[in-house]
């Protein structure tokens, strides 16, 4: 029996009832594309509606998370995964979860208690220390060692307001070695496998925490996470989940995963998902707006790495992938069975339109970027309306080259173009394209600071090491060989603020790469760079080999604010950070 099997009858025997996976795009909430947490279609519940199926429930939740579509091609990413779930509408609360969890993970899964460790609510403000949890972990054999205490971590909302509440995550040892005595949550060797949430409180927009009319439990565990941990793989798609789909891949390609991993994890990845979205109850079809876009963009984007693959774009390949996902996932989703159909023609139909381009698109993409080392936003869009290239795909492309983009300038193209054409109008092409980008343009101004402040209070010789910019959030890595501080956490958040309200001007200048090296600009792969190189500075606080886009004044920015910083690799740390607009 699978995980998802497994979990569905133990909970089911502790008198919950199984409810089906809610449709991917919300029923009715227009503020999100797709359902991206098992809880979300439960809301209206977790506050206070009577549930027809009773208080206790459980279930597998059908989540797309879109954020890092560009992420997908490591061992970890996946646009669409299952969210196990069981929830008590005021029914059950702390101890009983807990003990139900700790009997399915060490009885029914059978993982040894000592590869187990928790993290516990540690309290802030009116909310106190979430003594319940921590003694019936200590009840159930975890030592003082074993359970931590934090505050940003185990405090669960879905976004800014909503119900929510203290929560206790379920981390696996998945380390070979010997287990620590001492947990650590940062080890990357220790995994988190389950969250259960305590929702007894709902937060406003203006931020006031009230309590919940009754105490829920919300837990949610990851189908493709954990299956890949319990299996003892350090790749996802080298778990039972995928391999049948790898293989699959491999045998139509001719070639090994070893070697192909990311254009084969990409094709499994996006081929799934689409699958998903085009079968799902809500009818999805490949567009240039919303939902339609992103089906889009995965298609696209799998055609893209299958063409690299040198699988013939004539062949059904697609539609062999799709079957083999089809009849797996058929006997849980019974609408994949119900939209077979459906499925594998939205898979002909945009591989058909776009395999027609593709080839041509790529001879002229090579055209674009001979003797630039940046392309404008004129070809951008060249590249989009007339060979069909989700301006993402063409950023893919041009990064793999170490090239730039122009996305403001392909922004008012698109726009000039959506103006003339008087079609799709401006609001849902804000909602899809532009607003993105540009949250996009002043996360990526906003990481300049940070690098920038960084360097002043913590040290000179912090270096970015990376970054991830979605439209929600910023994600910066650095080398720094210590855990920042609370207090060196603030002083850059103030500084970066500082800068911020200053008002200070974006300007850029092209030189030689020697001389913006010379003139101390930071770089951070001086290879990356071609000869001529283009050198962001705000204001005289920081100075960058940038291909941009960025604002044009600091004041555009908003509130800057931090709200994790943790470890990313041995003597590289994270931070993630936001920015309001108050
Ligand atoms: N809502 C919590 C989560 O998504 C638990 O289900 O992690």
Redesign the pocket.
Known sequence: MNLKDKYIEFFVSKGHKQIPSAPVVPENDPSVLFNT???QPLIPYLVGQVHPYGSRLVDYQKCIRTNDLESVGDTTHHTFFE?L?NWSLGDYFKNESIEWSFEFLTKVLNIPSNKLAVTVYEGEGNIPFDETSYNKWKSLGFSDEKIVKTVEDNF?I?GECGPCGPDTEIFYFKGGDDVPEKFDPEDDRWVEIW?N?FMEFYKDKDGNVTPLPKQNV???MGVERTTAVLEGVNDNYKSSIWSDVIDLISKISGLSYEGNEKSMRIIADHLRTAVFISGDYSSIKPSNTDQGYILRRLIRRAIRHAKALGIDEFSDWEQQIAKIIIDKYKIYYKELDENEMVILDVLRDEKSKFSKTLVKGLREFEKVINNNDRIDGESAFHLYDTYGFPIELTIELANEQGISVDEEGFLKRFKEHQELSRSASVGKFKGGLAGDSETEIKYHTATHLLNAALKQVVNKDVHQKGSNITSERMRFDFSCDHKLSEDEKKQTEDLVNKWINEGLDVSVEEMPKEEALKSGAECMFIEKYPDIVTVYSIGNVSKELCGGPHVSNTRELGVFKIIKEESSSTGVRRIKAVLNNE
């Open positions: 947490a098992g809880m969210m779930g669960w879905a969250n949430v919300d837990t949610g």
